[in-house]
């Protein structure tokens, strides 16, 4: 199973980038997925998860600005849609399985929130 992020790019504080997380499909609709973050020299953090039927739940950082998404029946896509962008918003964003196996991390879509 392949995991390819996109939708990244440089966005100006305040304003709005939607991600998507696109797979091969395989057992997709099965899972909890979620997206995470990385910024440069600190640790791969959890920014929102979504439950296979579709509850999501966001961390305190984003509540509010973020919201997940997934479509389980046309092209098994996850999306993140980011409002109100900040710069400690700043990172490699990827997604993957909530909880385990993890899949293969792909590379990943970088966001970068700068004046």
């Known amino acids: 199973v392949q995991l390819v992020e996109s939708g990244g790019g440089l966005v100006q504080p305040g304003g709005s980038l939607t991600l998507a997380c696109a797979t091969s499909?395989?057992?997709?609709?099965?899972?909890?997925m979620a997206w995470y973050r990385q910024a440069p020299g600190n640790p791969r953090e959890l920014v929102a998860h979504i439950s296979n039927l579709g509850s999501a739940i966001d961390s305190d950082s984003v509540k509010g600005r973020f919201t997940i998404s997934r479509d389980n029946a046309e092209n098994t896509t996850m999306y993140l849609q980011m409002s109100s962008l900040k710069p400690e918003d700043t990172a490699v964003y990827y997604c993957?399985?909530?909880?385990?196996?993890?899949?293969?991390w792909g590379q990943g879509t970088q966001v970068t929130v700068s004046s």
């Open positions: 993957n399985r909530y909880g385990f196996p993890k899949l293969s």
């Open positions: 499909g395989n057992n997709f609709s099965l899972y909890a």
